[in-house]
């Protein structure tokens, strides 16, 4: 029986009414993904990048998810054909694409994602999670309408050049990390971070691109939501829990220096 597959980040937000909500699930947990994906959030981002998920365990947290509502993005950990075939192949539509500062790193990004004569990614789908092992009709020739780009712009070099990474054919969105924008910027006060990133969303609505921005402080969100932003990410599975179990702990844990029993 032939399997039509979910809508991807490009499709999110081109019918989205309002800003999008996203969550990571870092931990490499299909349950927490699950958790995650449950939550009502829009969006569900699956970091490839600063977390334990690999090739072999992707899968499971893409299944855990797939039930839901939620969009899955899947951050590979670097620009590279190869990691990115993989990803696809395991049945990722959606990509987050980091550390892309050019535009022709975020014309390399999109070849990897499309198939010859678009690109350069490998044939094999037959083989793969990605076509369902062929119960998606014609996946090959219609791949390039089923997944999804989001180049993440997170160096100085980036945010000069966002209107040109904006605008390169391909590129669904842009993703915003400014931790690591911070961190090139010198790590200066957060307003200036702040400014940068915004100067992004800018040139991304100049260009009719979609920008969305990591934001787990509240102010931070709410400020880039009113400067435009398309979408949020605002929460983390290792983050609620690590911070879920501290407070059910000192709750009745004696303050230091107190003396005291639980």
Same mark, same amino acid.
């Given at each position: ?86 990803? !696809?192949? =395991?049945? $990722? ?10 535009? &022709? /790193? %975020?014309? *390399? #990004? @999109? ?34 309408? !089923?997944? =999804?780009? $989001? ?10 050049? &966002? /209107? %040109?990474? *904006? #605008? @390169? ?36 609505? =100049? ?56």
């Amino acid at each position: 029986m032939p399997i039509r597959l979910k809508p991807t980040l490009a499709d999110r937000l081109a019918g989205a009414e309002h800003p999008l909500v996203g969550v990571w699930t870092a931990s490499s947990s299909p349950i927490a993904a699950e958790i995650m994906a449950g939550s009502g959030a829009d969006l569900v981002l699956v970091d490839g990048e600063h977390s334990p998920v690999g090739i072999d365990g992707l899968v499971g947290v893409l299944q855990a998810i797939e039930p839901y509502d939620a969009t899955t993005l899947v951050r590979v950990p670097w620009n590279d054909p190869v990691v990115i075939k993989q990803v !696809l192949d =395991a049945g $990722a539509q959606s990509l987050v694409v980091p550390m892309v500062s050019t535009e &022709a /790193e %975020a014309v *390399a #990004a @999109v070849q990897a994602m499309r198939y010859p004569p678009r690109g350069i990614r490998g044939i094999g789908s037959a083989l793969a999670r990605a076509s369902r092992w062929t119960a998606v009709p014609d996946y090959v020739a219609t791949a390039h309408e !089923l997944v =999804a780009l $989001a180049v993440q712009i997170e160096t100085v070099e980036g945010v000069a050049n &966002a /209107e %040109a990474i *904006a #605008a @390169v054919d391909g590129v669904d969105a842009i993703f915003v990390g400014p931790a690591d924008l911070a961190g090139s910027m010198g790590f200066p006060p957060a307003d200036e971070v702040r400014a940068a990133v915004v100067s992004v969303i800018d040139a991304g609505r =100049a260009a009719g691109t979609p920008v969305g921005v990591n934001a787990f402080v509240a102010d931070d969100a709410d400020h880039y939501l009113a400067a435009g932003a398309a979408f949020v990410v605002v929460a983390a599975d290792v983050l609620l829990l690590a911070a879920g179990a501290r407070a059910a702990v000192a709750r009745l844990r004696p303050a230091e220096g107190e003396t005291g029993t639980y």
